[in-house]
């Protein structure tokens, strides 16, 4: 009995004791960010394989040894913490995102990449940054984000996409836009406006060959991959955030005659109906002051709301949207109305992964016509509408002009424009990891990029061009609808390794991408009625001429590609990345249409090296070298003979066309002729550069050099006129953009809970035409491409002033000869139309709550050929409102003065209308207040943020114009600048 007591006190001993040596700790992980639970994070015992993840409520209930002391969290996205346990059984914790991790990712659309041993180019522009710009089209937002990226707005039209450029224009006939990939399909640059830049997640400028080769022919001009949000596991998480806000039309630097005068001007030059009037009807006209610019233009108004929910578990995460943008232009009925609407979800089962990711836009736009010197289009009538002119008589009527002028206003009400549009872009995803072989994975990708469009173009009875001839006087409905389809279907073979010091990563794919595009088209005459729709035309008969106009085109396009990629990385400080790549096109000769490309690229990170270990990381945190060289193709870029849509699809065959009339009947005529030896355009590209890091980041960025040679370039050759075409698109001549890229982050001042940081970007680049086939130059109108020089020169006749005797204009010739007369043969290269140096300035201030960023963007070293002078300096026009410049014309021997006389034909190929287009641009300011967490968690409110921000506030520039800011170096005339705007905003989130 006694052993068997023993036995027992021992045996519960035995028990104690082991249970003595684990304990249970439990606990909930939660986002630092909005204090939403974390699921699936890492809890390990620190030392041990012991570990559980939490929940779907961030819950975890973990086993511990006795002697544990520190458990690990961990998680994708946040910062790894160690806490002690002590004698704790209950801990707590809350994981910051790492943020500086989410910036150094590149992602290429194929996948992403650490930014630390990326050999190639890339910029990472911050969607946050743009995610609350009141802008109707996203690329407009990028301007002075990035280096080497170059974004001049076409237009201040709400919606009106912008031309972006990296790294310069690299092609004269082919294109030159930037290749744009969301979420892995790629879409066409004029549809920003039907997509919602609120559902960004990240958009990586890829610049060099490195970056881009991957995509082949298709990135010749640099890629731009924009990655949407996705869902995060945890309880979901409601978001709210909306703007309202007003624009204004920017101040005229082109100043125009008031009144008295124009009156007085017109008087003294003769010839007008003013020498018609009696005085007391002149004395009556003095006391009118119209502002044309009041009578067309308008307050802008915009209205944006945004909703998205987005949550999940472990396996499955969700991200929905919607959103509402409305904008009313600057110009009266102009505008845009979008509605979108997004849904993101993936799902994660074992060894398979698949997702969804699909959106859908509908956008009303209402426009109006800009970059023309047409007498109907109300962006020329502020200028040569006299001040003395009234919109509307006395009786209500419109009032007819002196001058024979249209009325603006008449024509703004009796013309309306407008495009309604649906966008859709959407992909879906099977991805599976080989369950013998983990390293191993297959993924294939195919999506879709729709838009239906439907546009309007209504001429009444009472406008100009609904009275003119072609119209039969009797105005016209013009109706468009076009639909395009570009289908992309990827599918490639992934290997990924790690073995001690090595690192490897091989992918194996296979693309497609197919385009179809179908437009149809109608013009009906004899609207006498009031309906402005298809019920108001008269039907066409062979008495009333009324016949309608009917048009059509189609066509189809394919790209086929193979390529392979790796990524090699050993010691985590040396990395080699390589790419192949074999494109074939439908657009190119049977001989000509597969292309390779290829490139090669490495990086080393000095400041991890053995040699720097005693370095202090606060004094040289990153020091990297890296280097690559490659090809590219291009494909795009021709608009063939057959029409103006189907950009390219058709350029090396023959063409015929149906619009022959012979003795009234119709016939087919050879329109283009075949080419079947046009082939690839090529880019060779070279990138050196280096990263730093000082002062523990105090001081971080990076410069790049760049050189960049396009081969086998698309020009138009000369041919026989034997033939009957004067010339042929072929693959001949050379060009090369060189140039360096700087960026610079500084946090300048950090003191307590104020902080000041700034990021710089400068970019210069040399353009140059090496090779014209032979040819020394290719001149068109006031441009010239000539060997030796860059691309788009102006090509003009110095004006270098008035002869003081006699009012005479005063010409340098060819030798440098000051002369009276004017010669075209007198031409000589002025400066360049696309700017050599730009970039931008981002300041950022934030004190507790308040947050105070600033970018300034900006432009120099360019030359604008302003053509809106000519229309109002030109004194034979001198019927319509001129400029106030004219009132220091010559008009005595002995007059000092840069304006000529009057009765001089004034010549408008000359460098007095060639301008500066320096700017410096106030782009975006904004100023924020977060409201604190602890005052917000009583209400259940994770975030609240309220601001006030302002577009294109302020413009230092001497351009004599509404905007410096134009595309393609000559302001025809009708210029719609960029909106000034200023709203107000809220983000919401629980």
Not at 729 to 741: C, F, L, P, Q, S
Not at 832 to 857: C, H, M, Q, S
């Amino acid at each position: 009995m006694r052993r068997l007591l023993l036995t027992g006190i021992f045996s519960l001993f035995l028990i104690h004791c082991l249970f003595a040596q684990e304990r249970t700790v439990s606990g909930t992980v939660t986002s630092g960010e909005d204090k939403s639970p974390l699921v699936g994070v890492n809890v390990v015992v620190k030392g041990t394989n012991t570990g559980v993840i939490t929940d779907v409520e961030g819950k975890y209930r973990l086993s511990v040894p006795a002697n544990a002391t520190t458990l690990v969290f961990s998680f994708v996205g946040f910062v790894s913490q160690e806490v002690a346990i002590g004698n704790r059984t209950t801990v707590d914790i809350a994981l910051e995102p790492d943020t500086k991790t989410l910036q150094e990712v590149i992602v290429t659309g194929y996948g992403q990449q650490e930014k630390k041993a990326l050999a190639g180019s890339a910029a990472i522009v911050k969607a946050e940054v743009i995610r609350a710009v009141p802008l109707g089209s996203f690329d407009q937002m990028l301007q002075g984000q990035a280096p080497g990226l170059l974004v001049q707005a076409n237009s201040g039209q709400p919606g009106a996409p912008a031309a972006v450029r990296i790294r310069g224009i690299g092609s004269i006939n082919g294109t030159n836009e930037p290749l744009y990939v969301v979420d892995g399909v790629q879409i066409s640059a004029q549809n920003f406006a039907t997509l919602n830049p609120a559902d960004f997640e990240s958009v990586n400028v890829l610049k060099d060959a490195a970056a881009t080769s991957i995509y082949g022919s298709r990135g010749s001009n640099g890629v731009i991959v924009i990655t949407t949000r996705r869902g995060k596991a945890g309880n979901a998480k409601i978001e709210y955030s909306g703007q309202y806000g007003m624009s204004f039309f920017p101040p005229n630097r082109l100043e125009l005659m008031n009144t008295n005068e124009k009156i007085d001007y017109e008087l003294r030059q003769g010839g007008t109906e003013l020498e018609n009037l009696s005085p007391a009807q002149i004395a009556e006209l003095r006391t009118i002051q119209t502002d044309w610019q009041k009578e067309l233009f308008d307050v802008g108004r915009t209205h944006q709301h945004q909703i998205n929910a987005s949550g999940g578990n472990e396996k499955t995460v969700f991200y929905v949207s919607a959103n509402l943008f409305q904008q009313t232009g600057t110009v009266k009925f102009t505008g845009l109305d979008r509605y979108t609407g997004r849904m993101n979800l993936e799902h994660n089962s074992n060894n398979l992964r698949f997702g969804l990711n699909a959106t859908g836009g509908y956008s009303k736009y209402k426009n109006t016509t800009e970059a023309n010197a047409g007498i109907a289009s109300p962006l020329n009538a502020i200028r040569w509408a006299n001040p003395y002119e009234k919109p509307f008589t006395a009786t209500g009527a419109y009032s007819q002009f002196l001058s024979g002028q249209p009325n603006p206003v008449q024509e703004m009400l009796e013309t309306s424009r407008g495009t309604n549009e649906f966008k859709g872009v959407g992909n879906v995803f099977i991805e599976y990891t080989l369950p013998f072989l983990k390293e191993v994975s297959v993924r294939t990708t195919w999506g879709v990029d729709y838009e239906n469009q439907e546009s309007t173009t209504f001429f009444s009875r009472r406008s100009v061009v609904g009275q003119s001839a072609a119209n039969r006087r009797n105005g016209s409905l013009n109706r468009n609808f076009f639909r395009n389809t570009r289908w992309t279907g990827t599918t490639s073979v992934n290997y990924s390794k790690t073995f001690g010091d090595h690192n490897l990563n091989v992918g194996l794919f296979q693309e497609v991408v197919r385009n179809r595009f179908a437009t149809f088209g109608f013009t009906g005459f004899g609207l006498t009625g009031n309906l402005e729709n298809e019920a108001g035309i008269t039907q066409g008969s062979p008495t009333n001429n009324f016949i309608p106009v009917v048009r059509g085109n189609a066509s189809e396009s394919a790209l086929v590609s193979y390529f392979l990629s790796a990524n090699y990385g050993f010691k985590d400080r040396y990395f080699i990345s390589a790419s192949v790549r074999r494109d074939g096109s439908s657009r190119f000769g049977a001989d000509k249409r597969w292309g390779n490309f290829w490139s090669l690229g490495g990086s080393w990170v000095i400041s991890d090296e053995a040699f720097l270990a005693n370095v202090d990381k606060k004094t040289l945190s990153l020091l990297k070298l890296k280097a690559s060289y490659g090809t590219v193709g291009s494909q795009a870029g021709f608009t063939s003979a057959f029409g103006s849509f189907g950009i390219g699809d058709f350029a090396s065959r023959e063409l015929f066309s149906a619009a022959a009339v012979y003795d009234g009947v119709a016939g087919l005529t050879l329109v283009q002729l075949a080419n079947p030896d046009l082939g690839w355009e090529q880019k060779n590209m070279f990138n050196a550069g280096i990263e730093f890091g000082l002062f523990n980041d105090r001081l971080s960025g990076g410069i790049e050099f760049y050189n960049n040679e396009t081969t086998n370039m698309f020009l138009p050759v000369q041919l026989s006129r034997t033939t009957g075409f004067t010339n042929q698109n072929r693959n001949a001549g050379k060009m090369r953009n060189r140039g360096i890229e700087i960026s610079l982050n500084t946090v300048n001042i950090k003191a307590g809970d104020f902080k000041w940081s700034t990021n710089l970007n400068f970019t210069l680049n040399r353009n140059k035409i090496t090779d014209l086939a032979g040819e020394q130059q290719i001149i068109s109108g006031t441009i010239i491409n000539k060997v030796g020089h860059p691309v788009n020169s102006n090509f003009l006749v110095e004006y270098v002033g008035v002869n003081p005797q006699n009012g005479n204009s005063l010409y340098s010739n060819i030798n440098g000869e000051i002369t009276e007369n004017y010669s075209p043969n007198d031409r000589k290269i002025f400066g360049v139309r696309d700017a050599p140096y730009f970039g931008g300035i981002t300041n950022t201030f934030t004190f507790k709550g308040f947050e105070l960023n600033f970018l300034w963007n900006y432009v120099l070293g360019n030359k604008v050929y302003n053509n809106d002078r000519t229309n109002v300096e030109d004194p034979t026009y001198f019927a319509d409102n001129i400029s106030r410049a004219l009132l220091r014309e010559w008009q005595k021997p002995g007059d000092i003065t840069d304006i000529p006389r009057p009765t001089q034909e004034m010549q408008r190929g000359t460098t007095r209308f060639l301008e500066k287009g320096d700017f410096w641009r106030l782009r975006n300011i904004i100023l924020a207040y977060n409201f604190p967490s602890q005052l917000l968690s009583k209400a259940k409110i994770s975030g609240l943020r309220l601001f006030v921000q302002g577009q294109n506030v302020f413009t230092i520039t001497e351009f004599q114009g509404f905007d410096p800011e134009i595309t393609g170096g000559v302001l025809t005339g009708a210029q719609y600048p960029a909106l000034r705007t200023v709203t107000f905003g809220v983000n919401l989130s629980f």
